[in-house]
């Protein structure tokens, strides 16, 4: 019955996904309780430069809400004197309130180092995949975003299947000011690790 539902819950998100209209929402659905394990994926944090140049791209371009903005580690000396922030952290969500987060953090404490080159991803680098419903809309934005280098434009591509067919998705992707390289994607078909309608 939850593969039922959790079936019936993804054709609902492709069907909004294939026309999308200001409104609607992208979600996620859990897998089935009987798959479940006791580990969640809470947070990604990217350590960047500068967060006021940070969140033009994941607050304002991608839209993600900002849900905790502090400056940490600062504290007092021996003789109870204040002490300056040693970080800046910053969280961000899309539609969940406990999986998924974003963190941005900002050391305080150092000198930034230079610019990145932006390349091709190598072992020890980040790629990190969002989806969007309305991605050939918000895609504009993000290239337009100060500080972004666009990798690709929206395109379509065709990823293998497990069931031998193919996964089609509408790929994008660029570097944000500190050279993390990020896809922004629109599923096209059904993804990997979905239930399809045989199973």
Known sequence: MLRI??????????????????????RAAPVPEDERIPIDIRRTTLLVRDIERSLPVYRDALGLT????????GG??????????TTRLVLLRANDTFIGALGLMQRL??????????R???PGDVILVI?????????????????VTVATAPTRVEYPAPDG???PVLFSAFWDPDGYF???????????????AEE
Do not use: H, K
């Open 5 to 26: 539902l959790a079936f019936l819950l993804l054709i609902a998100a492709l069907v909004l996904g294939a026309s999308f209209t200001p409104g609607q929402v992208a």
């Open 66 to 73: 900002v849900i905790y903005d502090e400056y940490l580690g």
């Open 76 to 85: 007092t000396d021996a003789d109870g004197q204040p002490q300056p922030a």
């Open 109 to 118: 404490d150092i000198e930034p180092p230079p610019p990145p080159e932006n």
């Open 120 to 122: 091709r991803a190598m």
């Open 131 to 147: 989806n969007a419903l309305d991605l050939e809309e918000r895609f504009e934005r993000i290239a337009d975003t100060p500080g």
């Open 165 to 167: 067919g193919v996964i």
């Open 182 to 196: 990020i896809e922004v994607n629109r599923i096209l078909g059904t993804p990997a690790g979905v239930p399809t």
